[in-house]
């Protein structure tokens, strides 16, 4: 690492160059990141760039990270991310002069229980459809690749022939390299203070040598990144939190280790091993975490990255159970190198929801080198044009809230995550720490009566409700990839809201209020919106916020309050999202009022065919269709509170209403409602009844199904856009040429045939979909589907060309004339194809060919 | 209560009572402690020993005088044979009765005796910051007296900023350590508040009001308050903060100052309260009592970087330092007020005539009596022989009929001898002062300051920073450094038996063996002597652990800077 420190001739000589004076773009920190989007920056054509390191070059977290590059990821951003980085390092060399360490090595991801297998299998299906080589592979095959191991607890390995080591220090200095080539100037031992904003845009920074005027900021600070957040004139928010990480290097063996040795990744045992130099370097992620840096940048604490043996010793165990042979090897060093974990487990990239111009990566999770190449194309796209050729929603900054920034929440959640990086990756996983941030006002009620909850975005949300005298299994035995523990639970509530009325305290949605003094508030959400809002007051309209190309920013329904003003509602985690979307596309008018109004009333969702009387009766207004049809919004008294908002829909497709109640009255209402409506049967339940019978009645869900890269010709929703409303909106010409051309992929609803529900593995998301034996797409979401008897998953269909790989349209010709199966780790279940819902509300069961091909209509 | 004060504490030199359990010299012991295990001897030996106690606690004066001649340091050897003869002759009678059977405490009943009085408070955090300079404390108390005679409190100003806390060593009797561990805060608090806090004080108590909250007490359920005299203290501390409010200077309140008047305070109300009695007998039983024991006091007085200790007596404070090589070094925070301090010896020669010189100290102790040089109550040290006297005739006649009491000191010719005024020392806090050590001489006299230091340091730091395993330049193989890990990993589970650092030092105080580690053993053997032969191998042992929190005492600091 030393000789080729000396390599890095770019900024490195003794005197320092003066800074100038202003730049397009100032890049912070000469990381992998930060020298990964200046490369990538310059290569779009962008030059007049400016990267600082507070340091030398490399010589963070980035020079004492183990450079193993695996593609081995169960989020498909992360894996094409780690896909381009390998790639892109693979020709590095050959590019820049520079060598960078590179050495296909191969990886083999261990398993020692048969769950761990299905995870492994799960990877490899994914894999395997993006033509990335890999393969599950026996124990003894194991042992015939890596001379060292000892297989007698393996059940089976992933085996991941591309995987590569290099040495990341001079992945980056190649990549510095290539980009002052290329006309980036890069300045070490030169530190920012602070970011200068005026009026919400980046206009320059503030270092220890000067000020530098710039448009565009790009934190890649790594595990500083979230105090330079917080010293902008206008704190971003960046959460991520540092934890000490250690690996050891020894001497080389008797018989030095060949460098193309596989990569050992043994997640059971916490541990990864890899060659170095003739002998090893192991390192791994405990159970016990040591969070560091919580109250920012502490010099006692740097000086006190010692080597921690005793901290060590359960992975150093693993070691020697892994490779008994090394007990001889010697020690050279135990390495304490901290890394930034993020509250999710996902990097953080993009731009700040409240500082235009100002972008940030970082929060790698320990895959700082396998994201890399990946993360930083994916940002210079972003930034140079507005979007990146991908969907990066999951590692979207704007994922996140302010409030995710509280220090001990981050340290309490990274404490939670870093262990995770090994755990088990299970479907349905709720994260421990950090909970009850947000809750309703209804929450120890509900609590009481049994709900379990699970968070989004903060705020608690009931899954479903324990019957009293019923236990359900220990957190960590209920993990599971088969058929879960609350199956009939949940079922019995799916029951009771198709026969009699459920309640689900649905209070986590984004709403908000837009109002104006005269037209301005309808005449911006026509712009911003497909459908047409300029509808009675008191209608309801479901429709998209789209992009340029027409892919969905943002999934709502939209109230017409009165004339002037609306109510919207919005997936949960689009609080901040949406919030952005709407300020930067407004016009900055006083008389236009946009406000947050998601703290002030509870949501509850009464879903089932006795929502009806239950409303009537404790309000004494007809409350049938004839008076109160499909997407309408009243305000009414029920109980003695008055102004509750009532909607008739249910974001699930079956009768029922949506109640918005002022947060004072929230308790008063839930008791009425549950006191009368005991006579028709009512109950409570949770999200995952919801989400069945949503996914049966082909609801499509943003952030899970939808995303800015879908349009809503591609999920059946034409007849929520109106391409003749009169007025232009965002995203109207894509559409139209969409509808002229046609849509290169299609939603679509899967039927699990052979799928045995007790027996089988459960479909998650993110199975491949094979039609006539060819990969034509992935599921998006599933759920067991309590009427239809079978499982559900929904996914888009794309058509590839044969020869070519090329994507053509897709008809609903096609989609319908095709023998379909859906993958599961491997497995291959047949599947019955449907572009519409089911017409009926399954109040009795249909036969088959009657269920197919009825119109949705614009319900 | 004990209604006859074992004058121990006055009577038999502390430090030479300790007997060396296990020193080579002395073999006999070591075997005769299985039989003691057995527990109807146990009951017969307390018949036996008894009568020891008994010929201890109610001396003649002559005999007394004489009796602590006997016990001086220079006739160590006669006694530290005197209970041994005793024992062996005790045996040598058990012995055809019954066989010797072995039995040792197990594991938790050690750890049950040894937590029975552990107390622990942590600072609450605010926004997930604690902005206190005390993360928190660990307090714990093993007692060698039946009842047990120290005391400690612990409370939170709540008026003004900061925390105090305390030891207290009784003598004669645990009476005068248990008001001071109520009382003395009161004083100090009140010394400290501003001019307009008291009137608005004495405003709530003259209309009736309720009242500000003074102090939030952090006490353990054993850690009592007298209901009967509450009435009678609160009066004289109204009576105190009445004067203070007369007295108004209008100056800024010195810590140091408070400190001081408040210990003179109370000790002074201590002395009138007993001349003055109580209509109710109880009461004036007990003011009695009080004034007639004694108790040193060891207080801290912490607010931000500022710690003040006020102390009056022979117990400690201790500042566990942690040096930048990681090692641990003790900064002394208080003087011992006893024979082994030149410059106490001094003030007490300059304070009495010439001719007094020669007895003023003798043994080591003050007139030849008493061991620490300063103290609460105690008023025979305190008052004229004749105020003594008059007293004591009014008295009730419990009191008449004590020896001790009516006995004299001899060359008692200009009192007072003793005085309770405290020496109080200030010491801003430094990011590498890691946490103070308060504790009761039965700590100090087993266990030298820098050892006390190092457990306690290395228990907070955790086995991390106890001896970090560095490989450096030498040659460790994978499997070597695997078994030390192992061994060691076993080795620091018994650590985390306690969570509570004074624990932690007791477990250490009364079963360090000679290499320095716990010897579970000789924990067992200490803690299961019966209640009349403990105090002849350990003294009360009280202890205080504050933690401090370097982030903010850095942070003040800074500020300061």
């Known amino acids: 690492m030393a000789s080729s420190r000396n390599s890095a001739t770019i900024a490195t000589e003794p005197h320092l160059i003066s800074l100038p004076a202003q730049a397009q773009v100032v890049v912070c920190g000469g990381g992998i990141m930060g020298t990964s989007v200046a490369y990538h920056l310059a290569k779009l054509g962008w030059k007049d760039i400016v990267l600082l390191e507070q340091g030398r070059l490399a010589a963070g977290t980035t020079r004492f990270c183990a450079g193993i590059v695996s593609t081995a990821r169960h989020v498909s951003i992360e894996l094409k991310m780690a896909d381009y980085s390998s790639k892109l390092y693979q020709q590095l060399e050959q590019e820049t002069g520079i060598k960078t360490g590179y050495m296909k090595t191969s990886s083999i991801s261990l398993a020692q229980t048969q769950d761990r297998l299905i995870s492994l299998k799960r990877i490899a299906s994914t894999h395997k459809v993006m033509g990335i080589p890999c393969e599950i592979i026996t124990p003894k095959q194991v042992a015939q690749l890596h001379p060292l191991i000892n297989i007698h607890d393996l059940v089976g390995a992933l085996y991941m022939p591309e995987d590569a080591v290099v040495s990341s220090a001079d992945v980056s200095l190649a990549l510095a390299n290539a980009a002052s080539r290329n006309g980036v100037q890069i300045h070490d031992r030169t530190s920012i203070s602070h970011v200068l904003v005026q009026k919400g845009h980046v206009t320059g920074v503030e270092t220890d040598r000067g000020q530098i005027q710039c448009e565009y900021f790009v934190n890649c600070a790594g595990q500083w990144a979230y105090e330079l957040g917080l010293s902008s004139e206008e704190p971003v928010s960046i959460p991520l939190h540092a934890c000490e990480h250690f690996y050891l290097l020894t001497h080389p063996l008797k018989k030095p280790l060949e460098s193309s040795t596989p990569t050992i990744v043994d997640l059971d045992g916490r541990i990864y091993i890899r060659n170095w130099q003739g002998g090893i370097l192991s390192g791994g992620f405990e159970k016990n975490p040591k969070p560091i840096f919580t109250e920012g940048r502490n010099q006692l604490e740097i000086q006190n990255l010692h080597e921690d043996w005793d901290h060590f010793e359960p992975l150093l165990s693993a070691l020697l159970r892994r490779m008994p042979g090394l007990e001889a090897l010697e020690i050279m060093q135990l390495v304490n190198c901290p890394e930034s974990f993020t509250p999710d487990m996902r990097c953080i990239m993009g731009e700040s929801p409240t500082v235009q111009g100002y972008f940030v990566l970082a929060g790698m999770n320990s895959a700082g080198i396998s994201y890399g190449g990946g993360a930083g194309k994916y940002l210079a796209e972003w930034m140079v044009n507005g979007y990146p050729s991908e969907n990066v929603w999951p590692l979207d900054l704007k994922r996140f809230g302010a409030l995710q920034s509280s220090r001990t929440f981050l340290r309490h959640r990274v404490m939670e995550v870093m262990p995770l990086i090994c755990d088990l990756k299970v479907p349905r996983w709720d994260f421990q720490t950090g909970r009850q941030l947000r809750t309703s006002p209804l929450y120890d009620r509900l609590d009481a009566q049994g709900a379990r909850w699970m968070e989004k975005h903060g705020f608690e949300r009931p899954k479903y409700f324990v019957p009293p005298g019923k236990d359900l299994l220990a957190l960590d035995q209920s993990k599971t990839f088969y058929k879960p523990d609350w199956f009939d639970i949940v079922g019995s509530e799916v029951k009771c809201s198709k026969e009699a009325v459920c309640v689900i305290d649905m209070s986590s949605f984004t709403k908000f209020e837009i109002s104006s003094t005269g037209g301005q508030a309808l005449e911006v959400l026509q712009y911003l919106f497909s459908n047409d809002l300029d509808v009675p007051v008191g209608h309801i309209v479901h429709t998209g916020m789209l992009n340029e190309k027409g892919g969905y920013e943002n999934d709502c329904s939209i109230v017409r309050l009165n004339k002037r003003s609306f109510f919207m509602i919005s997936p949960t985690d689009q609080q901040v999202h949406c919030w952005t979307w709407l300020k930067k596309h407004m016009p900055s008018d006083s008389n236009l009022l946009l406000e947050d109004v998601t703290w002030k009333y509870t949501a509850l969702n009464l879903i089932g065919p006795r929502a009806v009387d239950v409303l009537s009766e404790l309000s004494y207004v007809p409350m049938t269709p004839e008076h109160f049809p499909s997407l309408f919004c009243k305000e009414m008294s029920v109980g003695y509170a008055n102004g509750i908002r009532v909607m008739s829909m249910t974001h699930t497709g079956e009768p029922g209403f949506m109640l918005y109640i002022p947060i004072e009255y929230a308790l008063h209402v839930y008791n009425e409602v549950m006191s009368v409506g005991q006579k028709y049967g009512i109950r409570n339940a949770g999200y995952y009844a919801l989400r069945s019978l949503r996914i049966e009645k082909f609801f499509a869900f943003w952030g899970q199904d939808l995303d800015a890269f879908t349009t809503p010709m591609e999920c059946g929703r034409e007849f929520r856009v109106k391409l003749e409303k009169g007025t232009d909106f965002i995203g109207r010409d894509a559409l139209m040429q969409q509808k002229q051309n046609g849509v290169y992929k299609r939603f679509t609803m899967f039927i699990l045939e052979d799928h045995d529900t007790d027996l089988d593995l459960w479909p998650w998301w993110g199975e491949p979909i094979y039609r006539n034996g060819c990969y034509v797409g992935k599921t998006t979401s599933s759920a067991y589907s309590y009427t239809l008897e079978r499982h559900v998953c929904l996914g888009f269909v794309q058509n590839f060309d044969k020869k070519t790989g090329e994507g053509l349209v897709v008809t609903p010709d096609f989609i319908n004339r095709g023998e379909y199966e859906i993958d599961i780790a491997g497995q291959r279940f047949q599947a019955k194809a449907k572009l519409y819902p089911f017409s009926s509300l399954f109040t009795q069961r249909r036969r088959k060919d009657e269920m197919e091909l009825s119109s949705y209509q614009g319900k | ?561």
């Open chain 2, 1 to 561: 209560m004990c209604v006859c004060p074992g004058p121990r504490r006055i009577a038999i030199p502390v430090r030479s009572s300790r007997l060396p359990l296990f020193s080579d010299a002395m073999p006999a012991p070591t075997h005769l402690f299985p039989l003691i295990r057995n527990c109807e001897i146990g009951r017969l030996s307390s018949a036996v020993c008894y009568c020891h106690h008994k010929h201890l606690c109610c001396l003649s004066p002559p005999h007394f005088a004489h009796n602590h001649l006997r016990y001086a340091p220079q006739k160590k050897f006669a006694t530290l044979h005197r209970p041994k003869e005793n024992f062996n002759q005790f045996i040598h009678a058990r012995s055809y009765v019954s066989t010797p059977q072995k039995f040792y405490l197990t594991p938790p009943q050690v750890n049950s005796i040894l937590k029975a009085n552990e107390y622990s408070f942590k600072v609450p955090e605010f926004d997930g910051k604690n902005v206190s300079s005390i993360l928190g404390f660990d307090s714990n108390q093993l007692p060698a007296n039946a009842p047990i005679e120290d005391r400690r409190s612990a409370a939170t100003c709540l008026q003004t900023r900061g925390m105090l806390l305390g030891v207290f060593d009784g003598h004669a009797g645990c009476a005068c350590a248990q008001a001071v561990s109520e009382r003395l805060f009161y004083y100090i608090a009140v010394s400290l508040l501003p001019h307009e806090t008291l009137l608005e004080i004495e405003n709530a108590v003259e209309s009736g009001r309720a009242l500000l909250p003074i102090l939030q007490w952090h006490k353990h359920p054993n850690d009592y308050f007298s209901k009967e005299a509450s009435k009678l203290y609160f009066n004289s501390l109204r009576t105190y903060w009445q004067e203070l409010i007369d007295l108004n200077t209008g100056e800024t309140i010195d810590v140091k100052e408070a400190l001081i008047n408040a210990f003179k305070r109370l000790d002074n109300d201590i002395s009138l309260e007993a001349q003055v009695g109580d209509p109710n007998s109880f009461l004036n039983y007990l003011v009695l009592r009080v004034a007639f024991s004694g108790a040193t006091a060891c207080v801290a007085h912490v607010d931000g970087v500022d710690l003040h200790i006020a102390n009056t007596g022979d117990s400690r404070a201790m500042l566990g330092v942690q040096e930048e090589d990681g090692s641990w070094s003790a900064l002394n925070l208080s003087y011992d007020h006893n024979a082994q301090n030149e410059r106490e010896i001094e003030r007490i020669k300059s304070e009495h005539p010439k001719a007094e010189e020669k007895s003023l100290v003798k043994q080591d102790r003050l007139l030849g009596l008493l061991m620490p040089f300063r103290a609460f109550g105690d008023v025979k040290f305190k008052w004229s022989i004749d105020l003594q006297k008059r007293v004591i005739e009014s008295g009730p006649d419990q009191l008449n009929d004590n020896e001790y009491t009516k006995f004299i000191p001899p060359n008692y010719h200009t009192p007072p001898y003793l005085t309770a005024e405290p020496e109080v020392i200030h010491h801003k806090l430094r990011p590498q002062d890691k946490f103070l050590v308060l504790a009761t001489d039965g700590l100090w006299e087993t266990m030298h300051r820098q050892d006390v230091v190092r457990i306690v340091g290395e228990y907070l730091t955790g086995v991390h920073h106890q001896q970090p395993i560095a490989v450096g330049g030498y040659k460790v193989t994978l499997g070597q450094m695997h078994c030390l890990l192992t061994e060691r990993r076993t080795r620091i589970s018994s650590v985390f038996e306690d969570q509570n650092a004074a624990t932690h030092l007791i477990r250490h105080a009364v079963g360090n063996n000679e290499f320095g580690t716990v010897d579970h053993e000789r924990l067992s053997k200490m803690l299961s002597l019966p209640e009349e032969l403990a105090r002849m191998y350990r003294d009360d042992i009280t202890i205080i652990v504050v933690q401090f929190n370097s982030h903010v005492v850095g942070a003040c600091q800074n500020e300061e800077l």
